[in-house]
Nanobody, 117 residues
């Protein structure tokens, strides 16, 4: 099983990016069994929570991104998304997707997001 992330890159302040995280090799019932989360880690800082979405579509956001980021999931595609709008330089970091399943926790390889001022 692999969580494969894509969609990161370099963007100017105020711009947008959309991250995707595909659960390859994971059976659908396992994917659906728990919440999917996004975390990020800025240079020299600890990894921090960004957003989460349960299978029932209960959603939570970190205060720093609420109103700018939108998390969603498509269970039929076993994919989680993070739409990031109005990006700021403080959003720069490596973004990781994480899925908590009844089997174990799975983590993506990380996707670099760089926001220039």
């Amino acid at each position: 099983v692999q969580l494969v992330e894509s969609g990161g890159g370099l963007v100017q302040s105020g711009g947008s990016l959309r991250l995707s995280c595909v659960a390859r090799g994971m059976i659908t019932s396992v994917f659906n069994s728990g919440p999917a989360n996004w975390y990020r880690q800025a240079p020299g800082k600890q990894r921090e929570f960004v957003a989460s979405i349960t299978n029932e579509r209960s959603i939570n956001y970190a205060d720093a991104v609420r109103g700018r980021f939108t998390v969603s999931r498509d269970n039929s595609k076993k994919t989680v998304y993070l739409q990031m709008n109005s990006l700021e330089p403080d959003d720069t970091g490596v973004y990781y997707c994480n899925i908590n399943t009844w089997v174990t926790d799975y983590w993506g390889q990380g996707s670099q997001v760089t926001v220039s001022s």
